[in-house]
């Protein structure tokens, strides 16, 4: 099993809708979560990190599921300026020096 | 500025020559890591230094040298370049202290023909 799955996408989605983004990852030692965004040919991006009770900022909603060791993040209301590739982040144990990396789900927002 | 600096941003070499590629931050952290990325295979670690003095191999590191020459600065070096090794090439950093994740430089892309 992969660290870090996701679906690869493309989710092709028209402004102003609700998509999800589902992640699951190997290592229940895992403690620190993460989505991070990536626009084309760019650097990736900290969009939020994932906390246990689930939050949210703005349109985005992160939720985490400990005991099926799942990831979502939920963005409502969709922009064009959405369209990228979202990465799903894990950081195993408080002193781990490495962040896991899954292979980024694409998001194309149509008009 | 950007507080992550790599260069050069794109880069065309031949095969078997040796190039660097540079990475510099103004975050004052202490954590640097050069990671790769290919379509369809993500992000993956080549090689990632704790301070001045700790250097550690990542999961793809044949092929790779590194360097830390300050606490700024980690350079990567291809010693003999080979066509596989073109690909888009990220340096980042990150802060034990803080739960921030990491912070990425604009990325170099490598051709080697």
């Known amino acids: 099993r992969k660290e870090v799955e996701q679906d690869p996408g493309p989710f092709n989605v028209p402004e102003g809708a609700t998509v999800a983004f589902n992640c699951t990852y190997s290592?229940?030692?895992?403690?620190?979560f993460f989505w991070y965004r990536q626009d084309c040919r760019k650097e990736p991006k900290l969009l939020m990190s994932?906390?246990?009770s689930g939050n949210e900022d703005g349109r985005f909603t992160a939720q985490l599921n400990r005991a099926s060791q799942y990831i979502s993040l939920l963005i409502r209301d969709s922009k064009l300026s959405d369209s990228a590739t979202y990465l799903c982040?894990?950081?195993?144990?408080?002193?781990?020096?490495?962040?896991?990396f899954g292979k980024g789900t694409k998001l194309s927002v149509i008009p | 500025d950007a507080d992550v600096t790599q260069t050069p941003r794109n880069r065309i070499t031949k095969t078997g020559k040796r190039i660097m590629l540079e990475c510099s931050q103004t975050?004052?952290?202490?954590?640097m890591y050069w990671y790769r990325q290919d379509p369809g295979l993500g992000l993956r670690l080549i090689y990632y230094?704790?301070?001045?003095?700790?250097?550690n191999k990542g999961e793809i590191s044949d092929g790779y040298s590194v360097s830390r020459q300050a606490q700024a600065k980690f350079s990567l070096s291809l010693e003999s370049a080979i066509p596989n090794q073109t690909a888009l090439y990220f340096c980042?950093?990150?802060?034990?202290?803080?739960?921030?994740?990491?912070?990425f430089g604009s990325g170099t892309r490598l051709t080697v023909v």
């Open positions: 980042a950093t990150s802060d034990l202290t803080r739960n921030y994740g990491y912070t």
């Open positions: 290592n229940s030692a895992s403690q620190s």
């Open positions: 994932v906390y246990s």
């Open positions: 982040v894990v950081k195993s144990g408080a002193g781990s020096y490495q962040l896991t």
């Open positions: 975050k004052g952290h202490d954590r």
């Open positions: 230094s704790f301070d001045v003095k700790d250097i």
